[in-house]
């Protein structure tokens, strides 16, 4: 079964900071996710990734298939950007998705 | 994309009752997932629901206490059973959009039990 550690598991940080946020997972997959779950419990997709970096506007992930890990990045950080953001892989044994407990992401104004 | 609609939103309910979550999927989904998040733990997925057969359960989840229907390729429904307060969680329905654009999620039901 697949282990999926994120950290940190809690951070604030100050409106403009560059944030980052780690996942690893202990077996090899087929793809990560990035997920932001709201305080009401909603979650949104952010990224799929199987390779390399991808891109949505201030939000940048990057995956080391080798080393069994993904960055989530947030460039100048606002508030709307608190939530909390889980790493989530497929594969590994597993149907469907194995999920890390998440970061909780408080950005101060 | 699918769109999933998800209700209730929230609830309360009392020891020893049973909740029926329902998913509306706008389009046509071969698989739908149901996950359970408690408080301060990850997501849990339950059970996997195919249209026409029986749910795929995890380890350590049954069909006795968390009851999956799945009509048709655009609903399903899951059931806690004769609650206790440990189920008190978060619960979401989940499908698979085209390969390469990842998951997409209800909005979650808030469970309480008291």
């Known amino acids: 079964k697949n282990e999926v550690e994120q950290s940190p598991q809690n951070l604030t940080a100050q409106e403009g900071e560059f944030i980052t946020i780690n996942c690893s997972y202990s077996v090899g997959i087929s793809a990560l996710h990035w997920l932001q779950q709201h305080p009401g419990g909603g979650i949104v997709s952010l990224f799929m990734l199987s390779s390399g970096k991808k891109k949505h506007g201030r939000l940048i992930a990057t995956i080391n298939i080798q080393e069994k890990h993904s960055s989530l990045h947030i460039t100048a950080s606002h508030p709307r950007d608190s939530a909390v953001y889980i790493c989530?892989?497929?594969?590994?044994?597993?149907?469907?998705?194995?999920f890390g407990k998440g970061t909780h992401l408080i950005i101060q104004p | 994309s699918a769109v999933i609609s998800q209700k209730p939103s929230r609830d309360i309910c009392q020891r020893g009752t049973s909740l029926t979550i329902q998913c509306q999927v706008d389009?046509?989904?071969?698989?739908m997932f149901w996950y359970r998040q408690q408080p301060g733990q990850s997501l849990t997925l339950i059970a996997t629901a195919n249209q026409g057969s029986e749910a795929t359960y995890e380890s350590g989840f049954v069909i006795d206490k968390f009851p999956i229907s799945r009509p048709n390729l655009t609903f399903s429904t899951l059931t806690v059973s004769n609650m206790s307060p440990e189920d008190s969680s978060i619960y979401l329905c989940?499908?698979?959009?085209?390969w390469g654009y990842g998951y997409t999620f209800g909005s979650g039901t808030r469970l309480t039990v008291v």
């Open positions: 389009s046509q989904v071969t698989m």
């Open positions: 989940s499908v698979e959009r085209d």
């Open positions: 989530a892989v497929l594969g590994g044994g597993a149907d469907g998705l194995t």
